[in-house]
T-cell receptor
Framework: DAGVTQSPTHLIKTRGQHVTLRCSPISGHKSVSWYQQVLGQGPQFIFQYYEKEERGRGNFPDRFSARQFPNYSSELNVNALLLGDSALYLC??????????????FGPGTRLTVL | AQSVTQLDSHVSVSEGTPVLLRCNYSSSYSPSLFWYVQHPNKGLQLLLKYTSAATLVKGINGFEAEFKKSETSFHLTKPSAHMSDAAEYFCVVSEDNDMRFGAGTRLTVKP
């Protein structure tokens, strides 16, 4: 079975640009979550979507947005990029949404570099 | 809000010796607790999770963790380290719709 897939693998942008990251969950999983992992730190929760609705949001500015499509894939959008947005962006999927007791399966991540 | 502290940023052990990675947490009520491992250039992998069942949780690859409410701890252990265990380990606490990761502990295994 295919695991969680993310695209692109790497991305280089300049300050002020916009970026879209994509995630495909494991087949049958209806929940997708996004995390930001800055070098040398643990991942930080950005969003969770379940059945195409936002179910959780971390402490990130409104420049960050996401959506989930009818096939349960998801996009993370970041506007007006800052140097501090440089990070590994991780996507995780789970079967359902039960306050995070469901096991989350992580993708390999998208490495975003902002110059 | 919940939080998690991993007490060691780096742990170094010899192959075949025990591993202890320490994690303390704070939580308003009964949390869910997890340990994840991250190998270089690979995604995060769940080692084990605690969700208010047995306090001693067994995970994959010989790892286990014990939930101690009185000490607010969830330390990860393994009796005998293998070279393949070298990686970054994250302790995670979860409440409601928020999952908080610790800063990570880098485990080095010497031959």
């Amino acid at each position: 079975d295919a695991g969680v897939t993310q695209s692109p693998t790497h991305l280089i942008k300049t300050r002020g640009q916009h970026v879209t990251l994509r995630c495909s969950p494991i087949s049958g999983h209806k929940s997708v979550s996004w995390y930001q992992q800055v070098l040398g730190q643990g991942p930080q929760f950005i969003f969770q979507y379940y059945e195409k609705e936002e179910r959780g949001r971390g402490n990130f500015p409104d420049r960050f947005s996401a959506r989930q499509f009818p096939n349960y894939s998801s996009e993370l959008n970041v506007n007006a990029l800052l140097l501090g947005d440089s990070a590994l962006y991780l996507c995780a999927s789970s079967l359902g949404w039960t306050g995070y007791t469901d096991t989350q399966y992580f993708g390999p991540g998208t490495r975003l570099t902002v110059l | 809000a919940q939080s998690v502290t991993q007490l060691d940023s780096h742990v170094s052990v010899s192959e075949g010796t025990p591993v202890l990675l320490r994690c303390n947490y704070s939580s308003s009520y009964s949390p869910s607790l997890f340990w994840y491992v991250q190998h270089p250039n690979k995604g995060l992998q769940l080692l084990l999770k605690y969700t208010s069942a047995a306090t001693l949780v067994k995970g994959i690859n010989g790892f286990e963790a014990e939930f101690k409410k009185s000490e607010t701890s969830f330390h990860l252990t393994k009796p005998s380290a293998h070279m393949s265990d070298a990686a970054e380990y994250f302790c995670v606490v979860s409440e409601d719709n928020d999952m908080r990761f610790g800063a990570g502990t880098r485990l080095t295994v010497k031959p």
